[in-house]
């Protein structure tokens, strides 16, 4: 019989913890602002199971509840809700035996209550071997996310020369027609408009945009908390191209991005990922994240910045029943004809 001891705690306890204690594998996603934010965004519940041995706390993981009809989803992360990775952290550098048992307990706590259980980590996290092993012997299925970093640590001038000949190209095809770069405050109008564009991008597919206003609605306010920027370039008094990136631990991550067809036309989305590098070096970042890969023609423009492969864990558990219904389910949101609240 396990020495352990999972069990839920309340978002205060949660919040008491993490202020408290320095627990290994925490990151941006982990705080209390970004997971308030998205829980709110995509109509979830917030839930945390702590993992104890002798009333002393170990680990935890915060998941997003919901429930899609009969089915009930539980993430750490869960799939479209903006966050590349989340799932347990602890309170040291536990030996791989230790961390197995941990994970074996939450999972055998929350799949008593769980349909689809996703867990996403980091694969380069000094514990990430134990995780996988943990999550595929209990049956997980491996679904692993690629994706492309940017050493910013080499400083500008060294960054700059490591992109491909087409990305300095580009940048430079933007200054000479006259744009420039910069970091801005995003205010609720500026939201308004980068979502309109966004919306625009991919109604020209034939395709719903994957997140509703309401998320992008938080980045006011996750801006004035520090956990993200904002960089746009404007054409006309108007946004020509924009992203968002979160920021912390040291770290940055391409979270969104747009572009109008005159933005598009003048490179302004070069000129843009080059300001952000720039602003991430000047915060002290010292890598870049540009996101998921999978759609070539990102992936082409992506790959000019440089940039090395990566792939985030990504573990699923499904029951017999969500396998079966789950492609079609993926289908409906594609096309905007069910929502992810």
């Known amino acids: 019989m396990s020495r352990l001891e999972s069990k839920w705690i309340s978002f205060e306890d949660y919040s008491n913890l993490m202020s408290s204690t320095v627990m290994v594998g925490a990151s941006v996603y982990h705080t209390t602002e970004w997971l308030l934010a998205t829980a709110s965004a995509f109509g979830c519940e917030l839930k945390f199971v702590v993992t104890c041995l002798d009333r002393e706390n170990l680990s935890v993981t915060p998941f997003l509840y919901k429930r899609k009809g009969p089915f009930k989803l539980l993430g750490s992360p869960l799939r479209g809700t903006y966050t590349e990775f989340s799932g347990p952290v602890f309170s040291s550098d536990f030996d791989i035996a230790l961390v197995k048992e941990i994970i074996v307990s939450q999972h055998q706590f929350v799949a008593k209550i769980c349909d689809y259980i996703e867990v996403r980590f980091r694969e380069e996290t000094k514990i990430s071997g134990a995780l996988s092993q943990s999550f595929d012997m209990l049956g997980y299925g491996a679904d692993h996310i690629s994706s492309l970093l940017v050493d910013l640590s080499q400083g500008e001038e060294d960054l700059w020369a490591s992109f491909v000949g087409r990305a300095r190209t580009a940048v430079r095809k933007a200054e000479k027609a006259n744009l420039k770069a910069t970091v801005v405050e ?37 801006s004035k908390l520090g956990l993200v920027f904002c960089v746009e370039s404007r054409i006309d008094n108007k946004i020509g191209a924009a992203a968002i990136f979160v920021k912390g631990n040291h770290r940055m991550m391409y979270l969104s991005g747009v572009a109008t067809k005159e933005g598009m036309r003048h490179s302004a989305s070069s000129l843009v990922q080059w300001q952000a590098m720039k602003q991430g070096i000047s915060d002290g970042m010292a890598e870049y994240d540009m996101g998921g890969l999978g759609i070539a023609s990102i992936d082409k423009f992506k790959r000019s910045f440089g940039g090395v492969d990566v792939s985030h864990q990504k573990w699923v558990h499904r029951s017999k029943t969500f396998r079966l219904i789950e492609p079609l389910a993926i289908w409906l949101v594609k096309r905007g004809w069910i929502g992810l609240n």
């Open 186 to 222: 995003p205010s609720q109008e500026w939201i308004t408009q980068y979502y309109s564009i966004l919306s625009d991008t991919f109604a020209r597919q034939g395709l719903a945009a994957p997140h509703p206003l309401c998320f992008f609605e938080k980045i006011e306010k996750l």
